[in-house]
């Protein structure tokens, strides 16, 4: 992953401000990585049927936190799940809402680490690049797990990226912190699949899906 695609969300302000990155500005070109904008008929593909895989198969209601420009919550509503979004970048939600426009999906500008969704609970919980850039994952874990209905899922992608100085929240880690807070665990490699990415490449990506 390069540095362009993990976004920090400890640290960002109110106005989509993170570690010296402007993301409302960013928010232009944010969809021209391939795993981000998923242009490609390829990525797209790749990334939908992982979706397919890690959602369940009737309809219900997924959040999803850092949303950014709303690409994985397009591919939920698409399958008929109901979509809520949350990023803190408010031009990352108004191109959301956009590509969601006649979509049964909210986007809410507000922090994904305690998002604005009140006393509403969901069946999904899907996280994409966010997590490791916690100061608390387990706290933030914690919360998320608490706004799942009964039997709901958690579904988290991460990774560690990078050599000379890695960064990110490798798997074992991850999924230590989730055997508290869940039944079961799943971790799923992703590294070996050029498909998710538009190229090769050879760090640490990973999903893990926890449920109950």
Not at 54 to 77: E, N
Not at 99 to 118: C, I
Request: hydrophobic share 45%; net charge negative; glycine share 10%.
């Amino acid at each position: 992953m390069t540095r362009n695609m993990t976004r920090n969300k400890a640290t960002e302000t109110s106005t989509g401000t993170s570690a010296g990155v402007d993301w409302d500005a960013a928010s232009a070109t944010f969809d021209d990585e391939p795993d981000h904008g998923l242009r490609d008929p390829v990525v797209r593909e790749a990334w939908a049927a992982r979706l397919e895989a890690w959602l369940p198969r009737r309809a219900c209601d997924v959040l999803d936190l850092g949303c950014g420009t709303g690409s994985l919550s397009l591919l939920a509503a698409e399958r008929g799940h109901r979509v809520t979004g949350v990023d803190l970048s408010p031009a990352m939600i108004e191109l959301a809402r956009a590509k969601l426009a006649g979509r049964d999906a909210v986007f809410l500008v507000g922090d994904a680490a305690a998002p604005p969704v009140g006393e509403q609970r969901f069946d999904v919980v899907l996280v994409r690049h966010l997590l490791w850039a916690l100061p608390d994952p387990g706290r933030a874990l914690r919360h998320w797990r608490g706004l799942l209905r009964p039997g709901g899922r958690l579904v988290l992608v991460e990774g560690v990226w990078g050599t000379t100085s890695p960064l990110g929240i490798p798997a074992d880690r991850l999924a230590a912190l989730l055997a508290p807070l869940a039944g079961d665990v799943r971790v799923e490699r992703l590294s070996d699949d050029a498909r998710l990415w538009g190229r090769e490449v050879d760090d640490e990506r990973y999903a893990v899906v926890a449920v109950g």
